[in-house]
């Protein structure tokens, strides 16, 4: 398809796991985010790739979590010793970073981790 | 500090009905920019519109249109003759120049169109 993917749709978990979590941007969109939308809020800025760097990660929680992104293409969320309050949607967005152009922010599906 | 506020959590409203969600931005830039999200039960959020801080034209999209008054720091959205299908939750979001490209959003407004 032609949109973001993210991988896995859902992801259950225990707390004190790390989990990993997958996103496919647009192909030819140089800037990656994440954000993080908890139940019944709006959506909070984790990170922010330009290609394969992270110019802005000022959104990360804490050191429990890290992303990386590879290629200037697929981007991994980590999040290690999970805990409860960690449960949320993850969402990644795509954009085109070009000078003039709108710029606007494509979103993928999301993936909701729970943890138990 | 950069903060965007949707003061309606919940809004219902019988088809056909105009409706209105109001959004109220704070940021020190001169230059930012203001988007709306649709966010359906799907999840997914379907990007509608961006403006940046030096147009205040108002804009028209169908049955959508956007106000957006610099003087109160507000970008309003109104649906006009409402449709069951525009029933999900709406984002108002900034984006400060100086902050690069994150985006913040507002809590959002769960907006409701019962036939």
């Known amino acids: ?116 | 500090a950069q903060k965007v506020t949707q003061a309606q959590t919940e809004i219902s409203v019988v088809e056909k009905e105009d409706v209105t969600l109001d959004c109220v931005y704070e940021t020190r830039d001169t230059t930012y920019y203001l988007f709306w999200y649709k966010q359906p039960p799907s999840g997914e959020l379907v990007f509608l519109i961006r403006r940046n801080s030096f147009d205040e034209q108002n804009e028209i999209s169908g049955r959508y249109s956007w106000n957006f008054q610099k003087s109160t720091s507000s970008f309003n959205f109104t649906i006009t003759a409402s449709q069951v299908v525009d029933s999900a939750v709406y984002f108002c979001a900034l984006r400060q120049e100086t902050s690069g490209s994150r985006l913040t959003f507002g809590e959002g407004t769960q907006l409701t169109v019962n036939p």
């Open chain 1, 1 to 116: 398809g032609a949109g973001v993917s993210q991988s896995p749709s859902n992801k259950v978990t225990e707390k004190g796991k790390d989990v990993e979590l997958r996103c496919d941007p647009i192909s030819g969109h140089t800037a990656l985010y994440w954000y993080r939308q908890r139940l019944g809020q709006g959506l909070e800025f984790l990170i922010y790739f330009q290609g394969n760097s992270a110019p802005d990660k000022s959104g990360l929680p804490s050191d429990r979590f890290s992303a990386e992104r590879t290629g200037e293409s697929v981007s991994t969320l980590t999040i290690q010793r999970t805990q409860q309050e960690d449960s949320a949607v993850y969402l990644c967005a795509s954009s085109l970073h070009r000078r003039g152009a709108t710029n606007e922010q494509f979103f993928g599906p999301g993936t909701r981790l729970t943890v138990l």
